[in-house]
């Protein structure tokens, strides 16, 4: 526990207010929050947002979230956040606890009053082996309902999550969670090229060929491709443009003062027309457009999934 709060003391921001939207409060955000040295292998980082929006019309509550090269479990121990599921409005509810799969396209989540959401984000592909070798084309750009895919263990951790006060005692109950998951999936849970593979395309700036992925997972390219489809949902090709976008949007978020052709460059586009057909597809507006839709939303500037 000591490890634990001395990590989430580096990472804590406190805000008194975000000024966009109106009425718009985050009590606290911890960024950045490393996970315990046995989980690292498979936890790339925790997140942890609480914003109050009592006093916030609806329409200030939504969230754009275009694809990221991640995936992730999420946790919402106060109010249900719902998918808003077309152009009319209509939304969904999201359960308690929900996995990711690699998105594809955009998808606009509308907060509740009192939004609490814990983002554990995974090591890309790392679903495949957590969820027993589900292939990711089953949950890919889907939000399933965790207590349906893991064991009686995720119902009694919401139900704890929805009493606890203590954002520390939070994260620590999660980590508890998933140190005894994969504990019992310890055999199955080697490390193999293809899963270096991935890490490649997502942490590089650099375009990669098919061929160098193939030799660096010592695999052919029609292996490549079935093992991305098996662990991504999707091929290597598409993968590294979404991770390619994803660095994009992030680096702009992050780094404002920035041009956009100098974001294009940095992050491997050939020129800004190809990011700007990459913003399109993913994001479905133009560059600047979704950085200010990202900033009039709750969490501004803050890439997480809802």
């Not at 070798?133 to 349906?148: L, R, S, V, Y």
């Not at 990459?278 to 994001?283: H, I």
Request: glycine share 4%.
């Amino acid at each position: 526990m000591s490890y634990l709060i001395s990590k989430l003391n580096k990472a804590v921001r406190t805000f008194v207010s975000l000024g966009k939207p109106a009425d718009c409060l985050i009590v606290v955000f911890f960024p950045h929050i490393q996970p315990h040295s046995a989980l690292r292998p498979y936890v790339r980082h925790y997140l942890l947002l609480h914003v109050q929006l009592s006093n916030t019309p609806s329409a200030q509550r939504i969230k754009p979230i275009p694809p990221d090269a991640d995936q992730s479990l999420f946790f919402y121990p106060r109010s249900v956040a719902q998918t808003i599921v077309n152009r009319n409005g209509e939304t969904r509810p999201n359960p308690s606890s929900i996995f990711v799969g690699q998105q594809t396209s955009r998808i606009n989540i509308l907060h509740g009053e009192d939004h609490l959401i814990i983002q554990v984000c995974f090591r890309p592909g790392f679903l495949y082996q957590l969820l027993g070798g589900m292939p990711a084309t089953e949950f890919q750009g889907k939000e399933i309902d965790a207590e349906c895919l893991m064991d009686a263990g995720i119902t009694e951790l919401n139900n704890r999550l929805r009493e606890e006060t203590d954002y520390r005692r939070m994260i620590d109950l999660i980590e508890s969670y998933l140190l005894k998951r994969i504990d019992s999936l310890a055999r199955s849970l080697q490390l193999e090229p293809i899963d270096r593979a991935i890490l490649a395309i997502k942490e590089t700036n650099q375009l990669l060929s098919l061929d160098w992925i193939a030799d660096q997972a010592c695999l052919s390219s029609r292996q490549l491709e079935r093992k991305f489809q098996e662990r991504l949902g999707m091929g290597p090709k598409f993968y590294a443009r979404i991770a390619r976008f994803d660095r994009a949007f992030k680096l702009k978020a992050s780094n404002p003062q920035l041009d956009w052709l100098d974001v294009a460059y940095a992050c491997g586009y050939f020129d800004y027309s190809h990011l700007m057909r990459d913003f399109r597809q993913f994001a479905e507006v133009s560059p600047t457009m979704l950085i200010a839709q990202d900033n009039a939303s709750p969490g501004t500037g803050n890439r997480y999934h809802g």
